[in-house]
């Protein structure tokens, strides 16, 4: 009787784990692509959510979203704000609400549940957002400041120095809280405190701008921070980019200033403000007496002022806060999150050196700061740390390549003992620090290096049998986040740290597999319109500390890119929609100034960082391995009047779209014309560059590919030994380009290489990072960053579209609609991938092992694929849940598949 008991019990319990297994749930509820985000200031938000299920083939059919002001409400179905109704639709991205008006501030609660072809989920748990300050008028608050400079050493030009101000206001919370909501912009950078607890572990908050065209505030529910009676709200302001790094018209922008509003609701309804006004307290006489990001943080102990952000302080030495002039620019809500520190790594080594100094080794080429846990110190002995990527030979600091920059925080103890510290307001890239001011060798778990760039999820992993491509996917994750700063930049470590457009036209594409980089690039590509001048000229640096206004192609040509990137990779047009007339004003100007019988005469930086014939050098000086600056920006425009053909069918603006088809047909014979040689079936001087560009971008005639392919690989097997010839411009191509016209053993031999020009060989020296040259173990340092990813053009698109066969299917974005079709270099026998799409996690993973194929498959719900394979595998045909269809042709099968797991093989 028990066995039996037993066998029944074992049953329920396999049946129970089956239907967990087989649950159904809407998860992973987004507004404007973030989960419960505060401040949203746009007036129809979107709704995103993906579907969870054990189930194979499961498409939602319809949806209904519900939102109301309270949660209680919501949970009962009452006082709604918007009921969608049942919406029959398989969307689930980026649905706009279109209820009634949304109030300003207002808190609100929304959950979402989907019909499925095998049946209706339960509600989704509740999620919540709320509205930033929908009119200027709401803002009661004032800049404020020290409007002064008002310590030894202070200036504004050249090398700025300035010390932090530290801002702080008692209040009285009168009654029981109910609610209470921070809106707050601190320039250039601000730390905020509620009765000496951080606002929130943001830093380098608000994001960087183009200060006269936009300013960003911040919002954060505070309620669970203030405390009944006395209160104490304290802010730290740093320079950041607003009172620049450099003097100069474009990089100074007037002291730091604050500006904060804190609305606090009380139980029985009534309301409260504190708001940033000359009542407010102040003073620059603190611990931090300088900081500059390319300089870097000092910090005087002597002047610490315990308590300061507390109620229990006394502010009799601080002074009354000065009214600041507001910045030019429109006070925004910033629509994506701030920076934060997203990782911590330890060091791997310290090596002392004469004079008492000290080389610690992360490890890692790494951006962010050194934290230091109890490192003995002198009364009034300084401490310095300063930052490097590279070493010499003799294992000192090599800093040719940091240029100005001093890169040196510096830490002054004011008592004999341990201290521990990190900056507040300085990043710095680096891998190695120099550690002087200590009398013995610390030990290496005093130190930890903070890794910071914009909070982001990362969603992408990638592995293969190959250690190079390996190795080039970990320099490449650590370098595109590591040049994060609220925008995209260059390079973290010199006195640069721009974000140059050029570096990421289709960078971007790749960047976006491994980083959830969606409001990055949507808020970076505000940046470039609000650089852009009256006339249509896009600056080639965005936000525009750099004011380049060449009005060439190649650099511009991100603006477009990384629009188009955000409609691809995540279904967002919102930005197409905004941006469309900006783009056009720039098409026209470009026709206006840079325009001559259908060529586009105008090029600044040609295929920059091409390898050149010699390794000492930066550029090339041989005429035959650079490629002509109009074969650059015409084939670039080119291929930018054919996006704005898709753009403007999107926005409606179905009227442009013959000019554009019309133009680009008369570039693309005048450009034929001038450069293409039909008898040998070459553009120009024969660059791989230029002729790539010209296949990929969609210019050569009709039945020349062949041939001018058959040139491509002929010169880089002959004339450059199988290795990587392009700079910026071809290097955007070529992968794919080798690979989609049938040479992926090429392509992989260019991945794969180990000498010089190559990644493996930044790899076999030693990078951690992605270099900005070839040869930067040997060109002049004046440009020869260790932390650069502009040279990875496509190797990460290659990697997943080409190589795990992750890629949207013709027409489809953001992946509902997948065509997996890898490729077999040979000599690659394995390669893992996965991809969380804004759909849900998307996995590939392939081995060939003495002939034996096989090929696992994950696909979200609410998503298929056409999954496509070479006949020479012998493909055993799959009868399992979710295939829904096998057809077999003289190239391979085709199978199309609904979500779920798959194992594909051929015995």
């Known amino acids: 009787m028990k066995q039996i008991l037993y066998l029944v019990l074992l049953l329920l319990a396999l049946l129970l784990a089956g239907c967990q297994k087989n649950k159904t749930a809407v998860t992973a509820l987004k507004v404007e692509m973030q989960e419960n985000p505060e401040g949203v200031a746009t007036a129809n938000p979107r709704f995103s959510w993906q579907i969870t299920s054990g189930t194979p083939d499961l498409v939602q059919q319809s949806y209904q979203i519900q939102v109301a002001q309270t949660e209680d409400d919501l949970k009962e179905g009452r006082n709604l704000v918007w009921d969608s109704g049942v919406v029959e639709s398989d969307l689930s991205v980026l649905i706009p609400y279109e209820g009634g008006d949304l109030l300003s501030r207002g808190a609100y609660y929304w959950r979402v549940k989907v019909n499925c072809n095998h049946g209706e989920t339960a509600w989704s748990d509740i999620h919540h957002w709320s509205m930033a300050l929908l009119n200027t008028s709401e803002w009661q608050a004032e800049w404020i400041g020290e409007d002064a400079l008002s310590n030894p050493g202070e200036t504004a030009k050249e090398?700025?120095?300035?010390?932090?101000?530290?801002?702080?206001?008692?209040?009285?919370?009168?009654?029981?809280?109910?609610?209470?909501?921070?809106?707050?912009?601190?320039?250039?950078?601000?730390?905020?405190?509620?009765?000496?607890?951080?606002?929130?572990?943001?830093?380098?908050?608000?994001?960087?701008?183009?200060?006269?065209?936009?300013?960003?505030?911040?919002?954060?529910?505070?309620?669970?921070?203030?405390?009944?009676?006395?209160?104490?709200?304290?802010?730290?302001?740093?320079?950041?980019?607003?009172?620049?790094?450099?003097?100069?018209?474009?990089?100074?922008?007037?002291?730091?200033?604050?500006?904060?509003?804190?609305?606090?609701?009380?139980?029985?309804?009534?309301?409260?403000?504190?708001?940033?006004?000359?009542?407010?307290?102040?003073?620059?006489?603190?611990?931090?007496?300088?900081?500059?990001?390319?300089?870097?943080?000092?910090?005087?102990?002597?002047?610490?002022?315990?308590?300061?952000?507390?109620?229990?302080?006394?502010?009799?030495?601080?002074?009354?806060?000065?009214?600041?002039?507001?910045?030019?620019?429109?006070?925004?809500?910033?629509?994506?999150?701030?920076?934060?520190?997203?990782?911590?790594?330890?060091?791997?080594?310290?090596?002392?050196?004469?004079?008492?100094?000290?080389?610690?080794?992360?490890?890692?080429?790494?951006?962010?700061?050194?934290?230091?846990?109890?490192?003995?110190?002198?009364?009034?002995?300084?401490?310095?740390?300063?930052?490097?990527?590279?070493l010499n030979t003799d294992s000192t600091l090599y800093l040719a390549n940091i240029r100005g920059a001093k890169v040196t925080d510096a830490y002054t103890p004011a008592e004999d003992g341990p201290f521990?510290?990190?900056?507040?307001?300085?990043?710095?890239?680096?891998?190695?620090?120099?550690?002087s001011g200590v009398d013995e060798q610390p030990d290496l778990s005093t130190f930890t290096g903070r890794v910071i760039y914009d909070r982001m999820e990362t969603t992408g992993e990638f592995e293969t049998s190959s250690e190079i491509i390996n190795q080039t996917f970990k320099n490449a994750y650590w370098g595109i986040r590591g040049n994060y700063r609220g925008m995209p930049t260059d390079c973290p470590q010199r006195d640069e740290r721009q974000g140059w457009l050029g570096d990421r036209a289709t960078g971007c594409f790749g960047e976006a597999f491994i980083f959830d980089n969606a409001l990055l690039y949507s808020k970076w590509v505000q940046d470039i319109e609000d650089s852009q001048s009256p006339e249509g000229s896009i600056s080639v640096v965005s936000p525009r500390y750099w004011t380049i206004w060449h009005d060439d192609v190649t650099w511009p040509a991100a603006y477009f890119y990384a629009i188009k990137m955000l409609s691809y990779q995540y279904g967002d047009t919102a930005p197409i929609q905004k941006h469309y007339p900006s783009m056009k004003r720039y098409l026209e100007r470009i026709q206006q100034v840079s325009m001559q019988d259908y060529i586009l005469t105008k090029d600044a930086y040609g295929d920059w960082c091409m390898p050149p014939e010699r390794q000492d050098l930066i550029h090339s000086q041989d005429p035959a391995r650079k490629t002509a600056g109009g074969v650059l920006s015409t084939t670039m425009y080119y291929s930018l009047l054919n996006l704005m053909v898709e753009f403007a069918g999107i926005t409606g603006n179905q009227s442009d779209i013959p000019g554009f088809t019309e133009l680009a047909a008369k570039i693309k014979?005048?450009?034929?014309?001038?450069?293409?040689?039909?008898?040998?079936?070459?553009?120009?001087?024969?660059?791989?560059?230029?002729?790539?560009?010209?296949?990929?971008?969609?210019?050569?005639?009709?039945?020349?590919?062949?041939?001018?392919?058959?040139?491509?690989?002929?010169?880089?097997?002959?004339?450059?030994?199988?290795?990587?010839?392009?700079?910026?411009?071809?290097?955007?191509?070529?992968?794919?380009?080798?690979?989609?016209?049938?040479?992926?053993?090429?392509?992989?031999?260019?991945?794969?290489?180990?000498?010089?020009?190559?990644?493996?060989?930044?790899?076999?020296?030693?990078?951690?990072?992605?270099?900005?040259?070839?040869?930067?173990?040997?060109?002049?340092?004046?440009?020869?960053?260790?932390?650069?990813?502009?040279?990875?053009?496509?190797?990460?698109?290659?990697?997943?579209?080409?190589?795990?066969?992750?890629?949207?299917?013709?027409?489809?974005?953001?992946?509902?609609k997948l065509l997996m079709e890898p490729k077999f270099p040979e000599g690659l026998s394995h390669v893992k991938a996965s991809y969380a799409s804004v759909y849900g996690e998307i996995k590939s993973e392939w081995k060939i092992v003495d002939n034996a194929f096989s090929w696992d498959i994950t696909i979200p719900p609410n998503t298929s694929a056409i999954v496509k394979l070479p006949k020479e595998l012998n493909i055993i045909k799959p009868a399992v849940e979710g295939v829904r269809q096998i057809n077999e042709t003289d190239a391979g099968i085709e199978i199309e598949i609904g979500s779920g797991t798959y194992h594909l093989t051929n015995g």
Do not use: C
């Open 420 to 435: 521990s510290w990190e900056p507040s307001f300085v990043y710095h890239g680096f891998r190695f620090v120099e550690i």
């Open 669 to 816: 014979e005048a450009y034929n014309t001038k450069y293409f040689n039909a008898d040998s079936a070459k553009y120009d001087n024969n660059t791989v560059t230029a002729n790539i560009l010209s296949l990929q971008l969609g210019l050569v005639p009709v039945g020349s590919e062949e041939k001018l392919f058959e040139n491509i690989v002929q010169k880089t097997e002959v004339d450059f030994g199988g290795h990587v010839s392009t700079g910026v411009l071809g290097i955007q191509q070529l992968m794919r380009g080798l690979t989609q016209h049938g040479n992926v053993d090429l392509a992989y031999k260019i991945a794969t290489n180990t000498t010089y020009p190559s990644w493996g060989y930044m790899i076999e020296k030693g990078a951690t990072t992605i270099w900005e040259l070839w040869n930067g173990d040997t060109a002049d340092p004046a440009m020869n960053s260790a932390n650069h990813v502009m040279l990875l053009g496509d190797p990460i698109i290659w990697y997943y579209e080409d190589l795990a066969g992750i890629r949207n299917y013709p027409g489809s974005v953001a992946y509902k």
């Open 159 to 390: 090398n700025t120095r300035l010390a932090a101000r530290y801002l702080r206001k008692p209040f009285t919370a009168k009654k029981g809280i109910k609610r209470a909501m921070l809106y707050i912009s601190g320039l250039g950078s601000y730390e905020a405190y509620l009765n000496g607890k951080r606002v929130s572990e943001d830093v380098f908050a608000p994001m960087v701008s183009w200060y006269p065209e936009r300013v960003y505030y911040n919002v954060y529910n505070v309620t669970s921070l203030l405390q009944k009676k006395e209160n104490l709200l304290g802010v730290k302001l740093g320079n950041g980019r607003f009172f620049g790094m450099r003097g100069g018209d474009t990089q100074m922008f007037g002291l730091p200033r604050l500006l904060a509003q804190l609305e606090i609701e009380y139980s029985d309804g009534s309301t409260d403000m504190i708001v940033s006004d000359n009542s407010w307290r102040v003073t620059s006489k603190g611990p931090i007496i300088a900081n500059n990001e390319f300089d870097g943080e000092e910090y005087d102990a002597r002047l610490v002022m315990d308590q300061w952000n507390a109620t229990d302080f006394d502010e009799s030495n601080w002074v009354e806060a000065d009214i600041m002039d507001a910045p030019a620019g429109e006070l925004t809500a910033q629509p994506n999150p701030n920076m934060r520190v997203m990782e911590e790594i330890k060091p791997i080594h310290i090596t002392p050196l004469e004079e008492g100094k000290l080389i610690l080794d992360m490890g890692q080429n790494m951006v962010g700061w050194l934290r230091i846990n109890d490192l003995k110190g002198k009364k009034d002995q300084p401490v310095t740390f300063r930052f490097a990527e590279l």
